[in-house]
């Protein structure tokens, strides 16, 4: 617990109101200079870490930078020679390949050929039964309309006996 010297507590006492000593004003001024030491590096502190971290992300933009232009370069140089060792790689294989999808690719041609001919004989043959049906059609209609005239024919026979 905190308590009084005596010669403070009677002059609180007393009512009367002292003046401070001159050791409490030197000792107050010298708590309020370290204050405004503290307060003015906190300000310095606090300005320096601004600094510090607009450096900061300078320096990160600029290694985002580099990044990016370092990825670029990769890729200029290495999507080229990857796409050749593919190359190099896959050729052979795809060699072993190439002769049977050739032979496969000449049957294919033929079997084309071959279908287009038929084709061609299916159109043909369908204009020529287009033709006959043609004239059987007006065969028919001949064939019919005689029918019919010879039909008209004996009904007239039978009417006129």
Excluded: K
Aim: hydrophobic share 50%; aromatic share 2%; no cysteine.
């Amino acid at each position: 617990m905190f308590t009084t010297p005596p010669e403070v507590a009677g002059a609180a006492e007393a009512g009367a109101p002292r003046q401070p000593s001159d050791e409490l004003v030197r000792r107050l001024a010298l708590i309020a200079a370290r204050v405004e030491e503290a307060a003015d590096t906190g300000n310095e502190l606090r300005d320096r870490v601004g600094q510090l971290e607009q450096r900061l992300d300078e320096m990160a933009a600029r290694q985002a930078a580099s990044v990016d232009v370092l990825e670029h370069h990769l890729d200029e140089r290495l999507t080229p020679r990857v796409a050749e060792a593919v190359r190099q790689m896959v050729g052979p294989e795809l060699a072993g390949f190439r002769a049977p999808l050739e032979a496969q690719a000449v049957r294919l041609a033929a079997v084309e050929n071959r279908l287009e001919r038929v084709e061609t004989i299916q159109v043909e043959s369908m204009n020529t039964l287009d033709a006959r049906f043609g004239d059987l059609a007006y065969q028919t209609r001949l064939a019919l309309s005689a029918g019919a005239l010879v039909t008209l024919a004996a009904i007239l026979v039978v009417l006129l006996r």
